[in-house]
């Protein structure tokens, strides 16, 4: 295990190694030669793709109180857009040398951030990814969901709310981010089992709500015929719902977005969104900090992958109490 070299470690008594509970946290010990004593929380640094997003505030939020429960020092950092892998990187580098104890990543490129993260873990540090994956072997956990199962669950909301033929744009975001292409790739799986898709277009936009909603219009301009669109994220989830707005087709066109903020759920009641595939981005904040606590305690991962939970959410069920739940658990 690799020790942070601004760490001091304290004698204590003995021989002591473990965690000892204190205060709702762990407060976590280690052994030093001929002692052992209780350390400095360990410094967690989570970068993620960006800051400002429900989604990203939301997995914050677990991961506060995983901080807190567990005795850890926690950053979160990310770049101001999801396109900018090169901020990532330098941030990847400034907490190695700063002393960070692990880092928790989501990838905004998944060949781009590889050989950062593959430079992380060969200094020691616990590489936890969480939602993005990112091309590396020395990953130690990945906690998120399973994309390709959500792009399904994507699909059977189209399949359910239509009927007849289909003509379906995907508006999915960077061509080089994991999840994206996972999830669209879950969804022509399952669309491909269906004689009644009579065709596919897809495009990538930034991710960002403005170029989402310019997207948008650019492809039902060069396909009017569309009579479904899905999307794969918060911001291009927006920007869609926004472009069948402005163009007054919320009527012909079924909508299935991703992620759910106070926008995308009035847009569900209004009708520009059809169905909203709500991700669990508190518990990928929680977990992933516990999880990092546990893996500098010595103790190994269950598994390689940590499976958080998604739900379909459309306007039949919406308002049922349960669901109102998961729409607006952390606001």
Known sequence: MRVAKHKKQLLFGGLLLGCLLLGGGYLIYREAEGASAPRDPYRVAMIVKSTDSAFWKSVFAGAAVAATEYNVELTTEGPETEDDYETQNRLVKTAVEEGADAIIFSAVDYNANAEVITEAAEEGLPIVIIDSDVNSSLVSLRIGTVNEDAGSMAAEAVLTQTEGPLRIGVVNFDENTANGQERE????DRMAEEDRVESIETINVLSTTEDARRGTKELLKQHPDLNAIVTFNEWTSLGVGWAISDLGRRDDIMVTAFDSNVVSVGMLET????????QNPYAMGYL??????QILSGKEPEALHIDTETTLVTRDNMYLPEYQKILFMYD
């Open 185 to 188: 790739q879950g969804f022509r």
């Open 271 to 278: 009708g520009e969104v059809d169905a909203l595939i709500v």
């Open 288 to 293: 992933a900090v516990e999880n990092a606590c």
